[in-house]
């Protein structure tokens, strides 16, 4: 498995992030044990959480994904061969949401305990805090590397502007600066990354670990027509969202690529995203065994110009 830097930090991951918001959510503890040691055995060690997954689900207050990796590890003792990333700013309830240092400082502590490490490797901003001076939040990060707590941080879901602006922040007053973006993009969702943000994180050496990789499963040709919404919980959502003349060119775009290296459409799209210059790791789950080794076929797949050229033109937004 071929390995890239996150940004600058020195941090070596695969060429694929596992998105562990399934963790506690569509699979239990034993199902998250058992894709976390195939996910190892695989070398796809780069693990993405967040402390708010999953909160969403009935009965579930938040924390549940870090707790199951944190389980796993003291299971397993393998914390040094993994590179876990986690996030803090979206609401936790009872107040806790947002960028302040104050915040910040109990966030870490909270994750780290859950995860039952002393260190996190990536710690991301889960949303832009627009009431919070990027000065305060980047010197509170930078305190956390300081301490050893942190290795490096990064930004999700930060405009080009405000991620711009952060950047010149830290260097301004010589703070450490966000070394990784983790935005929206995949084969049918491009514009608003191309259209600015690309810029931003080339120019600035800024490695990008971009969710919804696979559309919510649009990507994987999974639903073709408005009948197929019954295939999952999400299935009506996806259909409204992708499911139109674009979306149907770009399914169409993916067949032919898979045609021709006897794989399937969902591979395809990660693999052309693998193999955008600017994108260092797309983030990517599963749920299954027989998913997550679609997912290692994916990182190993290759293709060449005139695939991305047919994919280009099938997901062209302008």
Known sequence: MSKRELGRSGIQVPVLTFGGNVFGWTVDQSASFS???????NNLNFIDT?????RWVDGNQGGESETIIGNWLKKTGKRDQIVLATKVGKPMGEGKVGLSPRYIKEAVEASLKRLQTDYIDL???????????LAESLAAFDALIKEGKVRAIGASNYSAPRLAEALKVSKDNGLARYETL???????????????????VTENG?????FYGLASGFLTGKYRTKADASKSKRGESVIERYLDDRGLKVLKGLDQVAEKHGVQPGQVALAWQIARPSITSPIVSATSLQQLNEL????????DDADIQTLNDASAWK
């Open 206 to 210: 800024v490695g990008v670990i971009n």
């Open 35 to 41: 894709l976390l040691d195939a996910l190892l055995d």
């Open 296 to 303: 290692v076929q994916a990182a190993t797949l290759r293709v």
């Open 123 to 133: 710690y991301q901003s889960h949303d832009d805090d627009a009431d919070t001076p």
């Open 182 to 200: 983790q935005p929206l993009y995949n084969l049918y969702d491009r514009k608003v990354y191309e259209e600015a943000l690309e810029k931003v």
């Open 50 to 54: 967040a402390d708010v997954y999953s």
